[in-house]
């Protein structure tokens, strides 16, 4: 029996120009959102289309995925900029999407940082509220995805915006509820069978063990895949059989009040 639901988000459209990201087209069959790459980090206008049109295809909510400038390192180097920079680089790969959804007959559901600026909007409250403010000023019925007991979450509802804590089934937690940086060994679960019982005792229990060993309570209302795994496709099926076979349903983020 159900008892209750979340929301499956990937990460893609993270191919660029003749160079191939991802297994979108296989994990879309099996999320409720996609993370659409914006540009900055990966993505180009090509794919953004047909990862949009895909998505519409699917039944899967369309989100943006801005990102610092920073294709070489995609996106997961920690950069200096300022507020005024992160606000306008927030503002400019949201809008960018939103045309094309709109062109395709869809519409942009949420917003979800990329890499090295989701986790230091999860700490820098200065960062956080320009991105807030970037996504309320655009369109204030966006939902802001980021992770969960971070600054990024506070800065959200500080801005009205509805907001939806993320956890991941593939990363490694800190006992403060960060996730372990990719520079330490095990960061990154890639073994499917741990990554996805990760999932479903954050889905279930609402918990998490640490790389530490002790274990962390974690909210969540979605759960990332991340599409550049190079087992994306299997991941997210194994992912939503398992989790539906605990009892949770797997459907979209209820959408935010709209402007």
């Not at 045309?99 to 990329?114: T, Y």
């Not at 002790?214 to 550049?228: M, P």
């Not at 190079?230 to 997210?236: G, Q, R, Y």
């Amino acid at each position: 029996m159900t008892t209750r639901s979340i929301d499956l988000n990937c990460d893609m459209g993270e191919s660029f120009g003749a160079w191939t990201m991802g297994q979108d087209a296989e994990v879309l069959a099996h999320v409720s959102s996609a993370n659409i790459a914006c540009g900055f980090h990966a993505g180009d206008p090509q794919t953004m289309r047909r990862t949009v049109a895909a998505a519409i295809a699917n039944g899967v909510a369309i989100g943006a995925h801005p990102s610092l400038p920073d294709l070489v390192g995609f996106g997961r180097r920690e950069m200096r900029v300022s507020a005024d920079e992160t606000y306008a680089l927030t503002l400019y790969q949201t809008g960018a999407l939103a045309a094309i959804a709109r062109a395709a007959g869809g519409r942009v559901h949420h917003v979800k940082p990329h890499g090295a600026l989701y986790n230091m909007a999860a700490k820098d409250r200065a960062l956080a509220d320009a991105i807030a403010a970037a996504v309320r000023d655009f369109d204030a019925g966006l939902i802001l995805v980021g992770l969960a007991g971070s600054a990024l979450l506070d800065a959200g509802e500080h801005a009205g915006l509805a907001v939806a804590y993320e956890a991941f089934a593939d990363r490694r937690y800190e006992n403060d509820g960060s996730l372990t940086p990719r520079s330490l060994p095990g960061a990154v679960i890639g073994d499917i069978d741990a990554a996805v019982a990760q999932a479903v005792a954050i889905a279930t229990r609402g918990e998490v063990v640490t790389r530490q060993g002790d274990t962390l309570r974690v909210h969540a209302d979605t759960i990332c895949v991340h599409g550049d795994r190079a087992d994306a496709a299997i991941f997210s099926r194994r992912l939503r059989d398992a989790l539906q076979s605990a009892g949770v349903a797997i459907a979209a983020l209820p959408a935010g009040r709209r402007s």
